[in-house]
């Protein structure tokens, strides 16, 4: 079930990691980008991810987006490869604790707020973005970080969504610089209605789902 934009995404991301949305979507769908060679997929529900998982080759790297409640981290940590929406100190030290019972380090990518317009969405006040990255370097031995994740206002105004994937740019580059690019070398941001504008401000990660399953233009 390869839809055309699938191939118009490959084309502009050649040097940039594509992480397959598949939320919502049939076992048969997420095959069908496997076969095609992908390999690192994402969920946002702890029960969807367990389901998939258990179901699906074995060599996915499924990653976790979205809000992970505190009470789900113990499901999901012996199955998922990296957390992209840390983005508090209390959910880091259930991580840290679960990571430590099961002998293993696991990858994560801060969750960066920064499109104020969108009230509802998790994520680190960029302002904190140094003190928790200590934290994390500091306390959570077992957490390993990778990168930053934000996500795109919500909104037509193109000019906004440059500024907001500029800034997280900008801040993407101080902590490569402040902390090395060991722990910061991932930038997962853009989506299906903005990914072209977020290759131009430097993404490493697309995260793509919607324009992957769906004939319409967006």
Known sequence: MIEKHYW???????????????????????????DAGERIFAENRA??????????????????????????VKEILPIVSCIQSLDNIALAKVIEKEATKLNRTVNVLIELHLADEDTNKSGLDPADVDMFTNFLLQECPHISIQGLMTMGPHTEDTARIHEVFAKAQDIFKHLQETFGKQYFHTLS?????????????????LRIGTYLFEENEL
């Open 47 to 72: 029960t969807e991810l367990i389901f998939k998982a258990g179901t699906l080759p074995k060599d996915i790297a499924w990653h976790y987006i979205g809000h992970l409640q505190r009470n789900k």
């Open 8 to 34: 118009k995404i490959k084309q502009a991301a050649l040097d940039i990691d594509l992480c397959v949305v598949s939320k919502h979507h049939s076992i048969e769908e997420i095959q069908s980008y496997y």
């Open 189 to 205: 941001m853009g989506m299906s209605h903005d990914y072209p504008i977020a290759i131009e401000h430097g993404s490493t990660m």
